[in-house]
């Protein structure tokens, strides 16, 4: 009996004590902030983690460790599909990052995934609104494929904007994922705070599960793909995957490898062209390269998927 009663005590104990720690992973500094209920749903997804105190600091500024890191588990990007002849290092893209920090995952991830960083950045970098919409789009166009309407968005700051930035800050106006406050200003160059970037982040994902239920692939206008392999090394080949293209704004880019038995399956996508330019309508080769262990046989997968080139012009080299 005092057994049985010993164990319901305990059992009461540990009931409030599991309660009371899964209100405190709340974060306690959310009271009157704008983006709270997004915040508090990408926490409970395991994408936002705040201190040690169980503050997530809102107003707080975004590093390029912090930002880099919500956009991969955000979109649930990976690099599964992908052999390394080496084991990557996020040195070898981004020379002041550190091998062993916390971060260090999701910029090797980020470089495989097309998000283009600049070589010299810091951890601590202070990430600018332009700056996270341009990595928030590309994050986002690695899930999928979505169209959007034809049209250019003004706003009064425009003018300030990294022209590189632009086609990323459109098409997230577009979309609704972000927007203007009522003076139509955008604040490019300004930092963009944690908390904007976590309700940005909230957006894209739920854009990015709207869009997604049932929107069929289209066909690849590339054709006569085909592989060249060359000996580097005893060890490893060299793996260069062409086709023709309608005209030279198209490319190709490697998505992903998988590895089965003694096959490595390369999958490909299209680089789609630039909307607003004009090519010659003339047939022309285009190709990547990746590099692949000699104990694999390369084989191409059966048809490629096709990209927008906004998104991305990270050629793959695995």
């Known amino acids: 009996m005092k057994k049985r009663q010993s164990l319901l005590v305990l059992l009461s104990v540990l009931t409030l004590f599991m309660a009371w720690g899964q209100s405190a992973r709340a974060f306690s500094d959310m009271s009157g902030d704008p983006n709270a209920d997004k915040i508090n749903a990408l926490q409970e997804r395991g994408i936002l983690k705040g201190d040690s105190n169980g503050k997530y600091n809102p107003g707080g500024n975004l590093t390029y460790a912090a930002g880099v890191s919500i956009i991969v588990k955000g979109f649930g990007l990976n690099i599964d599909n992908l052999r390394f002849v080496k084991e990557p290092k996020a040195t070898h893209y981004f020379p002041n990052l550190k091998d062993d920090a916390w971060y260090t995952d999701t910029f090797i991830i980020a470089q495989h995934n097309g998000l283009e960083i600049p070589k010299d950045v810091k951890a601590d970098q202070i990430m600018t609104r332009e700056q996270f919409a341009y990595h928030l789009f590309q994050g986002m166009m690695r899930t999928g494929e979505y169209f959007f309407t034809e049209q250019y968005m003004d706003f009064a700051d425009e003018a300030a904007v990294n022209p590189l930035y632009m086609n990323s800050i459109q098409k997230l106006l577009i979309s609704a994922i972000i927007s203007l406050d009522e003076k139509r200003m955008f604040y490019p160059k300004a930092t963009i705070t944690r908390s904007a970037a976590a309700g940005w982040l909230h957006d ?39 086709a023709d293209a309608p005209h030279p704004g198209y490319g190709i880019r490697i998505s992903s490898i998988v590895f089965e038995g003694d096959r490595a399956i390369i999958h490909t996508e299209t680089v789609m062209p630039e909307p607003d330019k004009m090519y010659p309508q003339v047939i022309t080769e285009v190709k990547t390269t990746t590099y692949i262990s000699t104990a694999y046989k390369p084989v191409l997968a059966e048809a490629p998927q096709s990209r927008n080139a906004a998104s991305s012009s990270f050629g793959s080299r695995a």
């Open 204 to 242: 894209a994902i739920s854009f990015v599960g709207e869009k997604q239920a049932g929107t069929p692939s289209k066909p690849s206008p590339l054709s006569n793909m085909k592989l060249e392999t060359k000996a580097v090394n005893a060890n490893v080949n060299e793996v260069t995957v062409k």
